[in-house]
């Protein structure tokens, strides 16, 4: 079966835009958290959602926002982007919070 | 506030040796034990613990959790050049929190 599905696969932009990703969990997965990884940080919880509603948020100012729609897709939009947005964004898809999850390859952002 | 510590931060090792990753944690409401490694982009799912004391074999790597002391292990027996990768340690309690990895470098 498709695993998780994340585009784009890479993204560059400028400083004060604003940069929408998308991830396509796996055929059943109700599930979709999105990760931040930076090379200092690490993996860092970004927000989880679970049949289109929002269950948990990581500690990211309100400019990282995200939805779920009723097919499971989910959507991840970073408005007024800063040097530091930088990193690859990744999105897991699981059938239900602390039950294995599945990563996508990612979304490599740039920010110049 | 949820943490997930992994040591060492590095390893470099020849083939053939056997290594020790591990993970110690303080979390609420803790769910399960995730073990994944990364080698270019999409972290690639290894083990996943929930239960005390219970080993998971997959091949040459195996894996223990301890709730008690709140800490797992993950083990490479007979290391090859092809386990050279990041491996992370994830608990997941309300969200999936993870550590920042154990840098594994393996020479042939």
């Known amino acids: 079966k498709a695993g998780v599905t994340q585009t784009p696969r890479y993204l560059i932009k400028t400083r004060g835009q604003q940069v929408t990703l998308s991830c396509s969990p796996i055929s059943g997965h109700r599930s979709v958290s999105w990760y931040q990884q930076t090379p200092g940080q690490g993996l860092q919880f970004l927000f989880e959602?679970?049949?289109?509603?929002?269950?948990n948020k990581g500690n990211f100012p309100g400019r990282f926002s995200g939805r779920q729609f009723s097919n499971s897709r989910s959507e991840m939009n970073v408005s007024t982007l800063e040097l530091g947005d930088s990193a690859l964004y990744l999105c897991a898809s699981s059938l239900a919070a602390g039950i294995g999850y599945t990563f996508g390859s990612g979304t490599r952002l740039t920010v110049v | 506030e949820d943490k997930v510590v992994q040591s060492p931060l590095s390893l470099v090792v020849h083939e053939g040796d056997t290594v020790t990753l591990n993970c110690s944690y303080e979390v609420t409401n803790f769910r399960s034990l995730l073990w994944y490694k990364q080698e270019k982009k999409a972290p690639t799912f290894l083990f996943m613990l929930?239960?005390?004391?219970i080993e998971k074999k997959s091949g040459r790597l195996s894996s223990i959790l301890d709730k008690k002391e709140l800490f797992s292990i993950l083990n490479i027996t007979a290391t090859q050049t092809g386990d050279s990768a990041v491996y992370l340690c994830?608990?997941?309690?309300?969200?999936?929190?993870f550590g920042k990895g154990t840098k594994l470098t393996v020479n042939p």
């Open positions: 959602y679970f049949s289109e509603t929002q269950r």
């Open positions: 994830a608990v997941s309690s309300e969200k999936l929190v």
């Open positions: 929930t239960s005390s004391g």
